[in-house]
DNA sequence: GTAATAGTGTCTATTAGACACTATTCG
DNA sequence: CGAATAGTGTCTAATAGACACTATTAC
């Protein structure tokens, strides 16, 4: 934007001579927690009675969205590199009652595993939202969009908000992420990182959306957007799958 | 939104000790012209040779983004009774050079008829974009974002945005807005305020998705979300159409 | 071998588009 | 009546889901 600043030629005066709102960022942070949808919620230090709500702060001069919102996720829950993803500001000029705060809502995602267990957050699956709500704020609104943009986006491509275990960084070896085959030589079979089974993905996919998938009409939309490794995931029972990465 | 000021538990401090931006709106405003997409584009009152950009404002105290959206439409170009759609905030630090200033982008769509002829604003068909090109700050990522957005809703729903001239209100009368069949009695055969027949609406849809439509299925797809008048468009040439309003 | 899981062929129901046919008006 | 436009029946191609069949492993 950036308008004359009324109608008339006045000289400009600077930004500054008008007043300005303050700006907040808040995050619905979502994950994946015992199959379906969480999200991250925190009670701040000072309230430990009070209403749950969704991390947050204030912009800082110089700082990006984007940035404020990986500095209180950061601060907050411990948590790092996240890419978040706007989804509306709320701008009801007094739904703070601290003064006039814009909130840039935004949404987010990370495998549980990234999340530390922190004393004053906790990951609430959303099918039980009702035992939070309300929330502080309106965070649940947030949560909602969070949600339907998530699902809106897991419809149609492969993990686009990349929940599935990223294949650097320091996450825990469960079950069975990297294995050797019995057979070959040394680590010839070795998984090539980030790759999954259409089985993981599914199951991620079904998390997400909150309902079952067609196993057959899944891997068909699905082969599409995938790039084959050529490698199998060893170790399992059943005729070992393939392995994938995003294409 | 609204955190705890930092980590620790200082006593809070009052918001205006930060340091905060000053915010923006600006807007796509979209319209049908020649058939095709449009946008309004202005250019300030003090560079009358300087880039064009959209029309924006920044946002008053007590306010709202979208009552702010309507002022800056009302003011620079004499439009009324808009209802914007938030898309992006942008939020580059840089992006303006005098000073930290957010934008919050908006759409919105209004008849061609609701915008007044006024000395420093234009309507731009969209496919000659690029005559206009590069805008001023940002306004050709937001008229892109604008543009993919009305198309998405026109896709699926007859006229999300409104742009068919209203029943009410002073819109020109147009072709063959409102007239009385010749038989039957006096205006037992008016049309009813803001119908339209399912061709009128097909040119619509045709005009904001810039490119055409099969007939029939166009008609199957929006016949579930209409409701029938019982009425029909008199004087035309062929078959009366029947007139329907969004149900 | 059996159990288990991965991957695929194929049938069916649904739907978008193509196309042609019928319906109703004006001149 | 013919021209023009609205509205509809129906065929076809593409696609999602259902279902069953084959493939390959562990045990």
Chains 1, 2 share one sequence.
């Not at 989804?87 to 739904?95: G, M, N, T």
């Not at 057979?183 to 998390?207: I, K, M, N, W």
Request: aromatic share 4%.
């Amino acid at each position: 934007m950036t308008p004359a600043p009324d109608r008339a030629d006045r000289p400009p005066r600077p930004l500054t001579d008008y007043p300005r709102p303050s700006v907040a960022v808040d995050t619905a942070l979502l994950t994946i927690v015992d199959g379906s949808l969480g999200v991250l919620v925190v009670r701040p230090a000072n309230e430990p009675r009070g209403e749950w709500r969704l991390p947050g702060t204030f912009l800082h001069e110089g700082e990006t969205l984007a940035d404020a919102v990986r500095r209180s996720l950061a601060q907050k829950a411990g948590i790092h590199g996240i890419e978040p993803r706007q989804l509306h500001v709320f701008d009801d000029p007094a739904r703070d009652d601290r003064g006039w705060v814009l909130s840039v809502a935004h949404a987010a995602a990370t495998p549980a595993e990234r999340i530390p267990a922190e004393p004053r957050t906790r990951v609430a699956a959303v099918d039980r939202l009702g035992e939070l709500s309300p929330m502080k704020f309106d965070h649940d609104d947030i949560v909602r969009t969070a949600i339907a943009r998530i699902r809106d986006d897991y419809a149609v491509r492969p993990d686009p908000w990349h929940l599935l275990r990223p294949g650097s960084g320091d996450a825990d070896e469960t079950e069975a992420t990297t294995r050797t085959g019995a057979a070959g030589g040394a680590d010839a079979a070795a998984e090539p990182a980030g790759s999954f089974t259409v089985l993981e993905l599914r199951t991620l996919h079904e998390a997400v959306l909150g309902r079952p998938l067609v196993r057959d009409t899944f891997r068909r939309a699905m082969l599409p957007h995938l790039e084959p490794t050529g490698r199998v995931r060893r170790g399992t029972r059943g005729k070992p799958a393939e392995l994938y990465l995003r294409a």
